[in-house]
């Protein structure tokens, strides 16, 4: 099993900037892709961002936010610069497995809320 730990979200003005972090813990060598999901009120959960060999962006955040990871330390973060109102949401960190032998299912965090005023 693995555990997934975000922390950073808070209240910003717009365009300011927050660093979100999720920690991993457990059987973290069974961990591939790690991602950030975003889901705003009466809105489908949408993938943000996500990193293994390769990073993508959603379209809507692309320039504006970064992921990254610290293999060393089972680590994902997403800088987010140049925030606006619409990246308002729930942010959740998510962890693919490598195969299925680790897991059939994706690991979630609980989420940490992400609010940018106008």
């Known amino acids: 099993q693995v555990q997934l730990v975000e922390s950073g979200g808070n209240l910003v003005q717009a365009g300011g900037s927050l660093r979100l972090s999720c920690a991993a813990s457990g059987d973290t060598i069974c961990i591939d892709a790690m991602a950030w999901y975003r889901q705003a009120p009466g809105k489908e959960r949408e993938l943000v961002a996500a990193?293994?060999?390769?990073?993508y962006y959603s379209d809507s955040v692309k320039g504006r936010f970064t992921i990254s990871r610290d293999n060393a330390k089972n680590t994902v973060f997403l800088q987010m610069n140049g925030l606006k109102p619409e990246d308002t949401a729930v942010y959740y960190c998510n962890a693919s497995p490598v195969d299925r032998d680790c897991s059939t299912h994706e690991w979630w965090g609980q989420g940490t809320q992400v609010t940018v005023s106008s």
């Open positions: 990193i293994s060999y390769f990073t």
